[in-house]
């Protein structure tokens, strides 16, 4: 599977390599992005192969696919706000030295960050379970209700559709509010 995996990557990376600056624009800028950053990976979501006995991989899969449309689509909105951080200078960008400063700033930056990323999840998750099971009339501490692909497959998706969408909008911004981040000095 792995070798598989590598190699099938390596054909699409191949393949796709020369139109990469124009899915990154079109990305970026055509106002259906959004749309289709949230459209295309739910239905693939749904579309995910049935088994005759219940694994993670669907789950798994949902999680992976849910947060990079939320990012996909955060990025859009940054471009939208004209809030986007781009690096200055040449590539590959060098790093500053490792003092304690820095070191504790990069501390607090992921503890910050990170309690955000739970809480978002914690909430959304607890919200969207509950509301789901009550559509289709299932408890929310029963394990298989919560197995079901029309409940699984929406609920893990809206929940790391927000985690990607509070790390790709919201984390930087806040980080800059505490003053975590110098965006003059990439600190």
Same mark, same amino acid.
């Given at each position: 599977?792995?070798? #598989?995996?590598?190699?099938?990557? !390596?054909?699409?990376?191949?393949?796709? =390599?020369?139109?990469?600056?124009?899915?990154?624009?079109?990305?970026?800028?055509?106002?259906? !992005?959004?749309?289709?950053? %949230?459209?295309?990976?739910? *239905?693939? #979501?749904?579309?995910?192969? +049935?088994?005759?006995?219940? @694994?993670?991989?669907?789950?798994?899969?949902?999680?992976?696919?849910?947060? #990079? @449309?939320? #990012? /996909?689509?955060? =990025?859009?909105?940054? +471009?939208?706000?004209?809030?986007? *951080?781009?690096?200055?200078?040449?590539?590959?960008?060098? $790093?500053?030295?490792?003092?304690?400063?820095?070191?504790?700033?990069?501390?607090?930056?992921?503890?910050?960050?990170?309690?955000?990323?739970? $809480?978002?999840?914690?909430?959304?998750?607890?919200? /969207? $379970?509950? %509301?789901?099971?009550?559509?289709?009339?299932? /408890?929310?501490?029963?394990?298989?209700?919560?197995?079901?692909? +029309?409940?699984?497959?929406?609920?893990? *998706? @809206?929940? =790391? &559709?927000?985690?990607?969408?509070?790390?790709?909008?919201? &984390?930087?911004?806040? *980080?800059?509010?505490?003053?975590?981040?110098? $965006?003059?000095?990439?600190?």
């Amino acid at each position: 599977d792995v070798i #598989c995996g590598v190699a099938i990557s !390596a054909v699409i990376m191949a393949v796709s =390599y020369p139109y990469w600056g124009t899915i990154d624009y079109l990305q970026l800028h055509n106002p259906l !992005a959004p749309v289709v950053g %949230v459209v295309l990976p739910l *239905f693939l #979501c749904y579309k995910y192969p +049935e088994l005759d006995h219940y @694994s993670t991989t669907r789950g798994d899969t949902t999680i992976i696919l849910a947060c #990079c @449309s939320g #990012c /996909s689509v955060g =990025y859009w909105v940054n +471009e939208r706000l004209g809030l986007t *951080f781009d690096l200055a200078g040449p590539f590959p960008a060098t $790093l500053p030295p490792l003092t304690l400063t820095a070191l504790g700033l990069g501390m607090a930056r992921f503890v910050v960050g990170l309690g955000m990323l739970v $809480l978002t999840r914690q909430t959304v998750r607890w919200a /969207s $379970l509950r %509301v789901l099971c009550r559509i289709y009339g299932a /408890s929310v501490s029963d394990i298989d209700a919560r197995r079901r692909k +029309e409940i699984e497959v929406p609920y893990k *998706f @809206s929940t =790391y &559709v927000a985690i990607g969408l509070v790390n790709s909008i919201l &984390v930087n911004r806040v *980080f800059v509010i505490m003053g975590l981040w110098d $965006l003059e000095n990439s600190v």
